[in-house]
């Protein structure tokens, strides 16, 4: 039986541009196929073309300054009722993205999982620093908890999948490359991509053995005496659109000066890399001389692999510019603070005060769980579906394996039993399940 999340989707025209790395776009169009839309897709280069070709495919081929007219064509002559699309900062998306709402058409926004791993974004309008969702505490202090009773499906393991399908994308944009010669991906697209993935590969098992006992020594003799700054991938766009740095260095620096001046010293800043920038960046020299220049040796800890889940547990607090971390962090307790634009940056979740003042704040900072488990069943319910973009549910009778929710809940803003300002409605709804 298909599932309600769906039906809004029934004859309706759709037309998807890029989608996550592999086949989720095209398997997403013989689910709304199934219910009777139409569905049509936008090529932008060879890794497009190979996971989604045939009649109702268009590939642009244009200068970037030719998308603006070949897309406004596309929206007029096939009367395009919606856009999907994945990651709302890429230069095409963000141009089309301007154009749809211009004309009244909706435009649905996928992103990774605000929680992880079992869950994708589908956003109305605009994901991160760009959507709608109510930044007041009031609204979600209202939500009722005890609807929230569905069982998630785990998704498991997905790095060798997600890398199969990114070696066969990347591969057939630059074998094809020819056919779109004016292309312009928004991160690195060429096969010297290899180089930094191996790279990646050697420091993980390095640091397995470099870092193997820092974890051990953390929660034994620093368990709630430390900060953790998770950071993220250099060019991502929550740090390249969504943040006041310039990169994710300006963000340490700031950071660091601000410990080194105002947190207790018996304390430690510990600083974790992100996973998918192990391969590309190496900021070791930038620490040391942070360590230097402020006199931080031995309170200021560099580390890569450690498990996430247990810093969490035991840091007195977390800094993060808008990571989805920090979403993490909150759920497992930890006081945090955002320095960028984040979604979940609410009065009663984030620490409010500033940087300077969080260092000694934190131990007596205390979460509102009403506003947090609020949030949290809304973001279920509304912004999230159970499932992943490379790897299918089993369980799923879906395409996508994907879990679509079977209850419509049409008015997203009125779940507290009040409207609010402005319309955070999905376009599709989830299942939800207590994290």
């Excluded at 649905?108 to 620093?129: C, K, M, Q």
């Amino acid at each position: 039986m298909m599932n309600n999340g769906l039906s809004i989707y029934r004859g309706k025209r759709i037309l998807l541009l890029q989608g996550p790395l592999g086949p989720f776009f095209s398997r997403l169009a013989t689910d709304l196929a199934r219910i009777g839309a139409e569905v049509h897709k936008v090529n932008f280069n060879g890794g497009d073309w190979v996971f989604f070709n045939g009649p109702n495919a268009y590939s642009f081929r244009g200068q970037p300054e030719d998308w603006p007219n070949f897309f406004n064509g596309l929206l007029e002559n096939l009367k395009i009722d919606y856009v999907l699309l994945f990651g709302d900062c890429r230069e095409y998306h963000r141009k089309a993205h301007a154009i749809a709402k211009a004309k009244g058409i909706e435009v649905g926004v996928f992103e990774e999982g605000y929680l992880r791993p079992d869950w994708i974004t589908l956003e109305h309008s605009g994901a991160n620093g760009h959507s709608e969702i109510p930044r007041d505490p009031d609204f979600y202090r209202g939500m009722n908890l005890q609807t929230h009773d569905r069982h998630v499906r785990v998704v498991g393991k997905t790095f060798a999948m997600t890398a199969m399908w990114a070696i066969m994308y990347y591969l057939a944009a630059c074998m094809l490359w020819p056919l779109y010669p004016h292309y312009r991906h928004h991160r690195p697209l060429s096969l010297m991509e290899a180089i930094p993935w191996i790279r990646a590969g050697w420091r993980k098992l390095f640091y397995s053995v470099t870092e193997r006992h820092v974890l051990d020594r953390l929660i034994r003799e620093k368990s709630g005496n430390f900060f953790l700054v998770p950071l993220q991938v250099h060019n991502d766009s929550q740090v390249c659109v969504h943040s006041p740095y310039a990169d994710v260095c300006e963000f340490m620096v700031e950071v660091v000066a601000s410990f080194a001046a105002h947190a207790p010293r018996d304390s430690l800043l510990v600083i974790k890399h992100h996973p998918m920038d192990r391969g590309y960046h190496d900021y070791s020299g930038l620490i040391r001389e942070l360590q230097q220049q402020y006199g931080l040796n031995g309170r200021l800890v560099y580390v890569h692999d450690l498990h996430l889940p247990t810093l969490l547990d035991h840091a007195t607090g977390v800094v993060v510019i808008n990571s989805t971390v920090g979403l993490s962090a909150l759920l497992h307790g930890a006081p945090t603070l955002t320095r960028g634009s984040a979604f979940y940056d609410i009065e009663g979740m984030t620490y409010q005060n500033g940087l300077d003042s969080f260092w000694e704040s934190a131990r007596e900072v205390r979460i509102d769980t009403d506003v947090l488990n609020g949030f949290r069943l809304y973001l279920q319910r509304c912004k999230l579906i159970n499932g992943n973009y490379y790897k299918r549910i089993a369980e799923s009778d879906m395409a996508t394996g994907l879990m679509w929710s079977q209850d419509q809940l049409p008015h997203c803003d009125t779940l507290s039993g009040r409207r609010i300002a402005h319309k955070p409605a999905s376009l599709l709804h989830s299942t939800s399940h207590q994290i």
